[in-house]
């Protein structure tokens, strides 16, 4: 089912989550461009106590220093083919990070391990509101 929040709304959504979160946690977000995977992401980040997130589309991952231990926030929707997703170390992330949260993850194909929740933002035409969705 499609919620459809307003900025505000998607930000209190996450930062919620993000505090509620166990460690070692893997979320993915899908999503066209622009339909506020980036933004929940940053809320989320916020909750687990990341003073200041960006979008890692040039860097592929950033790590943020978090209450608990590094949050890793990948953007897969520069890899050319799933394939390039096996030089992530997976492993390592999991075994290391407090949350692991991954934009655009159909691009990690079979790579990408089974993540704990998986989210689906869409744009909604009231252009002032976003989509959440848990798949």
């Known amino acids: 089912m499609i ?16 505090r509620s979160l166990p ?8 999503g066209e461009l622009g339909a506020g995977k980036t933004t929940f992401i ?4 916020r909750g687990l106590g ?8 040039y860097a592929l991952v950033h790590r943020y220093r978090a209450r608990r231990g590094p949050v890793f926030h990948l953007d897969c929707f520069r890899l050319r083919a799933p394939d390039e997703a096996a030089d992530l170390d997976w492993e390592g992330l999991l075994g290391e990070g407090d949350a692991i949260l991954v934009e655009w ?7 990408l391990p089974q993540p704990a ?10 252009a002032d509101r976003r989509g959440l969705e848990i798949v």
């Open 105 to 111: 993850p159909e691009r990690a194909g079979a790579w």
């Open 42 to 45: 940053k809320a989320i980040a």
């Open 23 to 30: 460690p070692g946690t893997l979320l993915t977000f899908e």
């Open 50 to 57: 990341v003073a200041a997130a960006t979008s890692p589309t």
């Open 3 to 18: 919620r459809p929040l307003t900025q505000a709304e998607l930000e209190a959504e996450g930062v919620a989550l993000g």
């Open 117 to 126: 929740r998986r989210f689906r933002l869409h744009h909604l035409p009231d």
